[in-house]
């Protein structure tokens, strides 16, 4: 059964990549491949990994945040892998989220809002007023009114959004851990479940699948999340 899962890839291994997005395929709906994969195997190891499950989307989670001009660059720049979702950072502005957009018409520019490594103590250390919700609420509207066609923000800001936003518009939460998975350098989790009820359609998912010692322990991790939906 494939679940509304986005698999994080969290590995520069090319090979284990592969495995690990072919051994899931059926339980997942997108492959999510990060900074660090990006930049150790590029466009090429992208395409590689993606021909074990091209049946899948793609998330490339490069969370791009500079000036206009160059973000446009990077969006362009690798717009010929056609990724289904790209991220950028909501905190770049409108004028930034509005270059990329334009640079990926086949694609959703998503909007990363607040990191769900970040705790509330810590987001007011920055200096950035309002709660976590209030501030994720912000910046989300600001996306969208730039063109944003999906949004990441963590489970406990999802149900606010899902009624404020419009409802084409792609929720995505990181954050999500199991019955029983440690949080890691996560703050602010929910099971993936709770993430879905309360409005979410995909959640991102990454050591709970492919912390198995072998292929066929990711497969069956995988598949037991999934059915839990």
């Known amino acids: 059964m494939r679940a509304p899962i986005v698999l994080a890839v969290d ?4 090979e284990r990549a592969r495995e690990w997005v072919h051994a ?9 491949l990060g900074l660090e994969f990006f930049l150790a195997h590029g466009q090429s190891g992208v395409s590689y990994v993606r021909e074990g499950a091209p049946e899948l989307e793609l998330f490339l989670d490069l969370k791009l945040h500079d000036i206009p001009n160059t973000v446009a660059g990077a969006t362009r ?16 502005g409108e004028s930034m989220i509005s270059a990329a957009v334009g640079e990926l018409p086949l694609g959703k520019i998503t909007a ?4 769900t490594s970040l705790s509330e103590s810590e987001i007011e250390q920055l200096g950035i007023t309002g709660s976590s919700g209030e501030i994720v609420n912000r910046w989300a509207q600001s996306a969208v009114r730039a063109g944003a066609r999906a949004i990441v923000a963590s489970p406990h800001e999802v149900e606010s959004l ?3 936003l419009p409802q084409e518009i792609t929720l995505i939460t990181p954050g999500v851990r199991p019955h029983g998975s440690a949080k890691a350098d996560q703050s602010r989790v929910a099971t993936p479940e709770e993430a879905i009820s309360w409005g979410a359609n995909f959640v991102v998912i990454g050591r709970p699948i492919t912390s198995g010692s072998t292929l066929k322990e990711i497969a069956e991790n995988a ?3 999934a059915a839990s939906f």
């Open 223 to 225: 598949a037991r999340i």
């Open 77 to 92: 720049a690798i717009s010929e892998i056609q990724p289904d979702y790209l991220t950028v950072h909501a905190s770049g």
């Open 162 to 164: 899902r009624a404020s």
């Open 24 to 32: 899931t395929r059926e339980s997942i709906s997108i492959i999510k």
């Open 112 to 115: 990363v809002t607040l990191l």
């Open 11 to 14: 590995t520069t291994d090319l």
